[in-house]
Nanobody, 123 residues
Framework: QVQLVESGGGLVQAGGSLRLSCAAS????????MGWFRQAPGKEREFVAA????????YYADSVKGRFTISRDNAKNTVYLQMNSLKPEDTAVYYC????????????????WGQGTQVTVSS
């Protein structure tokens, strides 16, 4: 069992940066591949980024590649999402997720979700 709590969301101007954190509880955190998804109003939840259990591998959605960086600190049971060069279209609720399968990009293959944190990018 893994409990996930996100923080770090807020309001930022276009071109700005934010860093999201996801604190996990439970001894099994370090064996999970982890990811971030987001959901904008009226849209389906979509994949953003993922990181392997060891932190050695990552992959990203094309829409954020080169602007967002996912990382993790297993000693702190925490996953991060550094978001730079933010755009208004990045506005969404961002969710931390423990993945069931490495390589997935679908919410259907998520084992555990956080409660979400709102990111709003103004133009």
């Amino acid at each position: 069992q893994v409990q996930l709590v996100e923080s770090g969301g807020g309001l930022v101007q276009a071109g700005g940066s934010l860093r999201l954190s996801c604190a996990a509880s439970g001894r099994a955190f370090s064996i999970y591949d982890m990811g971030w998804f987001r959901q904008a109003p009226g849209k389906e939840r979509e994949f953003v980024a993922a990181i392997s259990w060891s932190g050695d591998s990552t992959y990203y959605a094309d829409s954020v590649k080169g602007r967002f960086t996912i990382s993790r600190d297993n000693a702190k049971n925490t996953v991060y999402l550094q978001m730079n060069s933010l755009k208004p279209e990045d506005t969404a609720v961002y969710y931390c997720a423990a993945l069931r399968r490495w390589g997935t990009r679908t919410p259907r293959e998520v084992g555990y979700w956080g409660q979400g944190t709102q990111v709003t990018v103004s133009s």
